[in-house]
């Protein structure tokens, strides 16, 4: 098997983006807990996502929703980040939570309010103008709840006339990124709701438009690492937002509930060339942490993935290549889970050491004290959440 000082260089420069809104509040349709230290406002998420860096080394960038970080200077905003050690990344849309988008968005049968919806992402566009961001992450609430209900061909064909006015603002260094989710809000038909209809989609825009991947975005037992290879394949994968599901869109911990799909993705991530500084996919994670302290779930996620990145990259590619071949079933699996079963915490702890790192990036954060102190400062001021 490859051993791990084979393939230390390779971990070097690992980004996972954190999302600003895992820092704010969040909960189920049944009770949103509120929690001490839970920031009020843009910065205070900005800073709570640097620690995450700083601890890590794995999370130099911060991605905005907006409106919820709508700010009025995000040339300014930017600045903070960089200050604090961080960077702003993706900007993601919405047009979730406007009364207007009921029916639709970028589908909706009303020109006038297909229209406010391209506006709000010229408007997220010309953020990213500001932020220095590269992709426009795009994903959309919109379907429908009856048979009947609506016209589920004419929506295909607005979408695809929204989205390629958006792509035509696409800046030559920016992207968009469409997301897909096989239900809800819509309950009968979803118009994105799998990767076909995305890649149909993007595929028509042109070479600056891509799909995104929620890993908590398909139905049970779906195979995501066939469509991971499928996309790199096709030249199409442009993102993930990482979340662990185990029933739906959970948005639990990366990694949480099931760590050899996680395996099992990055290795074809690896194996289709989409992991290393010449890939351009952007790893992201789009996760809540509703019971459990932000900060330490944020962490505990982008360690999730450093670790199955490592193991993925243990897999010994000439060994397995030849039993595949060989036609030597027992072996190549036993190839793939020798690399899976792999403890590199131990491996991993030294090589953070070297390069400056806490060797326990959570344990040093409990240590920080940073916990405690926003948790004695953060008094007053709404709590951050879903609006
Ligand atoms: C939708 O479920 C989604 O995955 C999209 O990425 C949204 O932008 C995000 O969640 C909001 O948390
Ligand atoms: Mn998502």
Redesign the pocket.
């Known amino acids: 098997m490859t051993t791990f000082s084979a393939i230390s260089a390779q971990l070097e420069g690992q980004a996972i983006e954190v ?1 600003s ?1 895992a820092y704010g509040n969040s909960g189920t349709r049944f009770k949103v807990f509120g929690s001490p230290g839970t920031p009020r406002t843009v910065e205070e998420k900005i800073a709570d996502a640097a620690k995450v860096h700083e601890f890590t080394g794995l999370a130099p960038l911060v991605s905005l ?1 907006i409106p919820w970080d709508q700010v009025d200077d995000f040339a300014a905003l930017r600045r903070y980040a960089e200050d604090l050690g961080t960077g702003l990344g993706t900007i ?1 849309s ?1 047009t979730f939570q406007d009364d207007d988008y009921k029916l639709g968005a970028l589908t909706h049968a009303d020109p006038r309010i297909r229209q406010k919806a391209i506006d709000h992402h010229f408007a997220c566009i010309d953020v990213m103008d500001q932020t220095g961001s590269r992709d426009l ?1 795009v ?1 959309l ?1 919109e379907g429908t709840n009856y048979p009947g209900q609506g016209d589920i061909r004419g929506r295909q064909d607005r979408l695809a006339e929204s989205l390629a006015t958006i792509y035509d603002r696409i800046g030559d260094d920016q992207r968009l990124v469409l ?1 897909y ?1 096989f239900f ?1 809000p819509a309950f009968y038909h979803t118009d994105v709701p799998d990767w076909g209809t995305s890649y149909v989609q993007v595929n028509a825009l042109g070479d600056k438009a891509y799909v995104c991947l ?1 890993t ?2 398909h139905a049970p037992g779906t195979n995501i690492e066939f469509i991971v290879a499928q996309l790199l394949r096709l030249g199409k994968l442009g993102s993930f ?1 990482f979340n662990s599901r185990f029933y739906a ?1 959970d ?1 639990l911990i990366v990694g949480a509930a099931d760590p050899y799909q996680l395996f099992r993705i990055l290795y074809e991530v690896i194996r289709g060339g989409g992991y290393g500084p010449d890939s351009g996919v952007a790893f992201m994670l ?1 996760q ?1 942490h509703n019971i459990e302290k932000k900060i330490p779930g944020q962490i505990r996620s982008v360690l999730n993935v450093q670790e199955m990145t490592a193991r993925a990259l243990l897999v010994d590619a000439g060994a397995l290549d030849k039993a595949q071949r060989d036609g030597d079933v027992l072996l190549a699996n036993e190839i793939f889970m020798d690399a899976f079963y792999t403890d590199v915490r131990a491996d991993l702890a030294a090589w953070r050491e070297e390069r400056g790192l806490p060797a326990n990036p959570l344990k040093a954060y409990l240590a920080s004290g940073y916990q405690e102190q926003i948790e004695a400062d953060r008094v007053g001021g709404t709590q951050a959440g ?1 609006n």
């Open positions: 999302p809104w929703h993601n919405n992450k994903w609430a997301e989710k809800e929620d908590g975005h937002d869109d948005d789009d809540c879903w």
